[in-house]
């Protein structure tokens, strides 16, 4: 017999979207910045968590790109991910897709390649000695200019082998879907999945969720919580068997507890709704404490919490006979005896 917070802790999990560089704790900003001989604005790893302050989508991003500065080696693109890939494991995420944000670094005169090897060679390594498998999404600044977009994309062709697809992030105002249609046409006509975020009460949250399937023609979309605005919208992401990765902490620094409610509404309105954690160490919370924070707002069964993972792993950019696998495992889960 097992309570609730342990059925979720042992939960096997599937993670969509988490952005790497989100994944950068204090304290590894800390040994980096030494490494490097980058100065930081704070006196230690306390006083950068209660120097994050944010309310809002820009307010977050100006955190979270002057985090990067310490990140300038392959070694230092290596212990990001592999620091994250043991936190992975301890939270039976048994599976992730994880976006890296190029332009951020090559703006600085990183090299692409500086940035792709030390994440590869923690994604490999943590197959081996972990368990855990994982494979990268690139995404393309949506603050940066389309043709910044298409030139990485021309840059990532050599690596291609390493990356399952690609994603849009940054500052949506202002940068539509459409900004990129080249963009995405030509990563689809190269062989790449294709992903977006529409991230929560956006100025044009609909309409952007809209241009993502007519314009666009996603293979998934990222948060598109504002999809519960229209029937419309709604019927057609069901149709198209789209799934939507949700997060549902980092959507409650813009909407409170009603960021946590929506997973229930997706839930209950037949959407393919999964949970994630966007930029944990920054939010405080990877997959287990997402689905605590929903579990404590709007009750979720057994049943319910393993049909967010089987969500996740049905729409996961994996070969059938390797989502096969986890569904088992999953389902091998729910016969766990719960004491609700
Ligand atoms: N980059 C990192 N996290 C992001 C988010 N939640 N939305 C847009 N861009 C991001
Ligand atoms: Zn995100």
């Avoid at 494979?135 to 600044?141: E, S």
């Avoid at 920054?282 to 049943?303: F, I, K, R, S």
């Amino acid at each position: 017999m097992t309570d609730l917070t342990e059925f979720i802790s042992h939960l096997p999990k599937c993670e969509l979207h988490v952005h790497i560089e989100g994944t950068l704790e204090p304290e590894l900003k800390f040994a980096l910045a030494a490494r490097n001989n980058v100065t930081l604005p704070y006196a230690d790893a306390d006083e950068m968590r209660a120097g994050y302050a944010f309310h809002d989508l820009p307010s977050f991003l100006a955190c979270y790109y002057e985090g990067m500065s310490v990140l300038l080696t392959e070694a230092d693109f290596y212990d990001l991910a592999w620091a994250y890939l043991n936190k992975a494991q301890e939270q039976n995420i048994r599976y992730a897709e994880i976006f890296f944000d190029p332009q951020a670094h090559t703006s600085r005169g990183i090299t692409f390649g500086t940035v792709i090897r030390g994440l590869r060679r923690a994604l490999m390594d943590a197959r081996r000695l972990l368990d855990v498998r994982a494979q990268l999404v690139m995404c393309f600044m949506r603050d940066f200019s389309a043709e910044y977009a298409m030139a990485t994309l021309m840059e990532s062709l050599p690596y291609q082998e390493w990356i399952i697809g690609v994603g849009l992030d940054s500052d949506e105002r202002g940068n539509p879907p459409a900004k990129f249609a080249a963009v995405f046409a030509r990563a689809r006509a190269e062989g790449y999945q294709l992903t977006m975020h529409c991230d929560v009460d956006q100025e044009n949250s609909v309409d952007n969720i809209r241009q993502c399937l007519d314009v666009i023609g996603v293979d998934r979309i990222d948060h598109g919580v504002n999809c519960l605005e229209s029937e419309d919208l709604q019927n057609e992401i069901k149709a198209r068997g789209l799934g939507l990765t949700v997060c549902p902490i980092s959507n409650s620094y813009v909407r409170g507890s009603d960021g946590l409610a929506v997973v229930r509404k997706m839930l209950d309105g037949g959407l393919r709704v999964t949970i994630s954690s966007d930029d944990p160490a920054y939010m405080n919370g990877y997959v287990t404490e997402n689905l605590l924070a929903v579990q404590a707002t709007t009750p979720l069964t057994p049943a319910e919490l393993v049909q967010l993972q089987r969500n996740a792993f049905e729409i996961a950019w994996l070969p059938d006979a390797v989502k096969d696998t986890y569904l088992t495992e999953l389902d091998g889960y729910l016969t766990t005896d719960v004491e609700c």
